[in-house]
């Protein structure tokens, strides 16, 4: 059974020059304990189909289970069963990363006993226990990307949602998240929605890829098999099948060697 | 879970706001100066309300420090909106209504904080008021600051940028303070300006106030003031708890 499924998901925005659809229909099924890597050049409908699936924007229309959870009958269920990491972060330069992981644990209903052990739990898996008391300001972009992965974590979510992961960090953070996300799925069975504009990234980390164009699916299929239907070869690069797929690159591509 | 979300959330705000001293005294600064330099010039002079000058200033001044205190909270938001917590917080179980009822506690117990340092410097000028006036008045700021910083942080998310949020801020809230009898009772104005008076909310907290500082609680005026301030009150909360659970949209 799918852990996500959706069926023509849709979301019109609305504004003065009239309605905008962001996202006109979106058909995906996501297995549990899968990488998904969702992937569109810039307006496609990415961000928006993101935020709804992660509760934060309602759909228009169509309909979506997440984690066996109905997203628009139920939002409030399904925000206990996903971690959601955005793209600009989510941490508060204001606060130490002791009690930042802490508040969040405690919105997830744990103790204050069982939150501060889960904070150390979570610092020592991703390397952030010598920096528990430290000011979240004065981390590095990757100390404070591990950060925003722990507290999407915090509850043991199903399903993970991780919005552009390695934008900004350098090569070595990169291939320590990469490394983090395959390890998730490994040993908790953890789902992964992420989006990327890396399509190294995408190839490198997920079992099959959803391509969206124009607010709907253009293509779906595993990373071998969308360069093969689409750049004429499993071993063409990913970004060959996506310029033939949409005509349009996904972003500026970072070419930087990632060491995994 | 809402009482536990909201008292988690509060902790948290109130935890930075204490760590600020700056943030916890400046605000008190502006009605501080009224106080010295624009209290004593009442003195004596027959402003047309019972009670002596201290008493009529007083009370305009703790509103005035809730209305433009409680008013800019969104600022805050902003930041924070950019930072992106607010999204993470949104994603979290935690009801809307208790992430927006955390901060409004917070700036509540902020600005009564304030206000009691503002009422024991008019202790020391000569302001003579009953406690429980005086307590009163705490309550009313309190109920104040949670309706202009619920209505503040709904305006924050709808107008995310720091440029265009302040100046509408201050037009909203400097009309609000000259049209309220904030600093001189609205029974000195000509007829036009004291029915149109009657139009801001702030007018009757203030004239409540100001009967709860001369030890008059039983009056139409208290009545009055208490029913506008609990319906202003609940009206901004509601606005801003949709507005959070909808942001974005």
């Known amino acids: 059974m799918a852990i996500i499924s959706t069926a023509g998901l849709a979301k019109t925005f609305s504004s003065k020059a009239g309605p905008v659809e962001a ?65 600009s972060g989510g941490v508060d330069p204001q606060e130490t990363v002791r009690d930042e992981l802490v508040v969040q644990g405690r919105l997830y209903g744990l103790t204050k006993a069982e939150a501060t052990a889960r904070a150390a739990k979570l610092a020592a898996d991703l390397g952030l226990t010598e920096l528990l008391d430290r000011k979240t300001a004065a981390l590095s972009g990757g100390q404070r990307r591990r950060l925003d992965i722990a507290l999407g974590l915090t509850h043991r979510p199903e399903v993970l949602f991780l919005d552009e992961p390695t934008t900004g960090l350098d090569p070595g953070s990169r291939a320590d998240l990469w490394k983090l996300v395959r390890r998730l799925r490994d040993t908790h069975g953890t789902t992964v929605f992420l989006t990327t504009h890396y399509l190294d990234e995408a190839d490198a980390l997920a079992d099959r890829i959803v391509v969206v164009d124009k607010g709907v699916v253009a293509a779906e299929g595993t990373p071998a098999a969308l360069k093969e239907r689409y750049a004429g070869s499993p071993d063409a690069s990913l970004q060959d099948a996506f310029l033939a797929l949409t005509g349009r690159a996904p972003a500026p591509v970072d070419t930087t060697p990632v060491a995994v | 879970m809402l009482l536990h979300d909201t008292a988690l959330l509060f902790r948290r705000y109130a935890r930075q706001t204490l760590r600020s001293k700056f943030q916890m005294l400046f605000g008190a600064l502006m009605p501080l100066l009224y106080l010295l330099f624009f209290g004593p010039l009442l003195t004596d002079m027959p402003l047309g309300s019972r009670g002596d000058s201290w008493q009529i200033l007083v009370p305009g001044l703790l509103l005035q420090l809730s209305l433009f205190g409680a008013s800019f909270s969104g600022f805050a938001l902003i930041l924070e909106n950019s930072w992106g917590v607010v999204d993470r917080l949104r994603v979290t179980p935690a009801s809307r209504l208790a992430l927006l009822l955390g901060r409004l506690l917070r700036d509540a117990a902020l600005f009564v904080f304030q206000s009691v340092l503002l009422v024991l410097a008019a202790l020391a000028m000569g302001l003579r008021a009953p406690l429980a006036g005086i307590l009163v008045g705490f309550a009313f700021v309190a109920l104040l600051t949670c309706a202009l910083a619920s209505l503040s942080y709904a305006l924050a998310l709808k107008v995310p940028t720091p440029q265009a949020f302040g100046p509408m801020v201050n037009a909203l809230a400097m009309p609000s303070m000259l049209l309220s009898g904030l600093m001189l009772p609205m029974a000195l104005a000509p007829g036009w300006l004291d029915v149109l008076s009657h139009f801001m909310p702030f007018r009757y907290l203030v004239d409540a106030v100001r009967d709860a500082y001369v030890g008059e609680y039983a009056t139409t005026t208290m009545l009055y003031g208490v029913l506008v301030a609990v319906g202003f009150a609940v009206l901004a909360v509601a606005v801003g708890t949709r507005v959070y659970r909808d942001a974005g949209t």
Not at chain 1, 52 to 74: E, W
């Open chain 1, 23 to 87: 996202v006109r229909g979106i058909d995906l099924t996501v297995a549990p304990g899968e990488i998904l890597g969702f992937l569109g050049p810039n307006g496609a409908g990415k961000t928006t189909t993101l935020r709804m699936l992660t509760t934060l924007l309602p759909p228009t229309g169509g309909a979506a289970t997440v984690a066996g959870v109905d997203l628009r009958q139920n939002p409030a269920a399904v925000r206990k069963k996903i971690g959601y990491v955005a793209q």
